[in-house]
């Protein structure tokens, strides 16, 4: 009888190690194309945006926000698997494998994350405001020609209110990135073969009403809760 | 008499139904992040996931599912899951803000929550199919109502962590490892 049993327990734990498989390879192939915190539960109002111009009914709690440096060190194949963020966490830029390519003489590359108020900066197409700070991302080799990118970069920033599209600043011009929202944690990221200046946007004016999703909620809530009330009655009725 | 207790058992089966669709439903719809005008207070989302984790607590599921003993030691199990995910957690550098304490508590709870509604209730109402029903409806279910939060691209993770959660369930024969193996999960986000 036992032999049974523990043989059916390492069976049992073999799916378990398929599962845990499983999970990781999902994780291997959605990185970087999710690079967030995937399975946390962001249950809590985030930390305060920090505004390099905030608007004036923030500017009096407002902290200045971040900028991030790092070096990258480079091997005949490239740049190795990277991000670089900014030190509150507001944006950040995330190399994969090999994405800088190895030039002559350079050892490293120097990469710069740097926010900046997007009222200096051209405005963006019609309909749209940029939400939050803009960024410049600078990366250069340590022999100062600016970086060859051999496949994209993935840039992250973290939006204060309503974002729906990442735009990039090339030459006065604001161009549209495939981007991805997170809603969970107020950011968007998008692929992009260049640095540059990035923004989140959304439309202008106010954002969509929170309180239409909490009604909607708590009415699903109340609902489910009537639902287990009733059956337990009915259970308790039948003794 | 037989009549009788055939609309019986439709009407549990309708009411578990109604309790498992309207609480993915109200997971679903919960606004994500939070209005910042009311930081430092516990955001109404958490307040969404903690009846829904009440009702996934209270809510009656045949018993023969409840007690059900696992094969697997507990222990075994949290630790197998759990190295998994720290495992998934060191191939990657999620960016993201500092939190706060209260958000790093809040993600526990709702840790925790989540798997009494998906682990017991939906577990128990699915598993009158078969435990690969179970487990994997389950998962489904665990992926498709954070959709609105995290987007497509994590319904991948976020249906394999599901997985994960409904195998330990499955081989405990409790929602209790699932539970820790989450809240865990969560915390390791934040490291």
Redesign the interface.
Known sequence: MQPT?RG??AR??M???A??A????????????????????????????RWVHPPAELSQDNQPPESGTGQIALSLQGSPS??I?AD???A?V?FRFGAIASRAGATSAQVKVVPLDPATLPRPPSGLRVDGNAYRVDATYNTGEPVVLRMPMTV?L?Y?RHATMLLRLTDETWTTLDA????????IFAGTDHTGVFAAVGPAGPPPA?WV??A???A??I???A??A???L??RR?G | MGGMRARADRARLFLTAAAVLLGCGALAARPAGGPTAWAGLPDLSLIVVVVVGMIGVTAPVPSEYENLLGRVQWVAAVILGVAAFAAARLLTAPIGPPVTALAAASTVVAAVAEEAFFRRLVYGWLAGGGPALAVVGAAALFAVVHLPAYGVRALPVDLAAGIMFGWQRLATGGWTAPALTHAAANLLQLI
């Open positions: 049993h059916r327990a049992e734990f799916w378990g190690l599962a845990g499983l999970y990781l390879a999902a994780v291997a192939s959605t990185w970087p194309l999710a690079p967030i915190r995937i399975l946390y539960e962001g249950e809590a109002p985030p930390l305060p945006y990277t991000s963020v509150d966490g507001q950040g995330i992250v973290r204060p991805h929202i997170v809603p969970g944690s107020l950011q929170v999703g909490y909607v909620a708590a699903a809530v609902g489910a809760a639902a287990v009733a059956r337990l009915r259970a039948r």
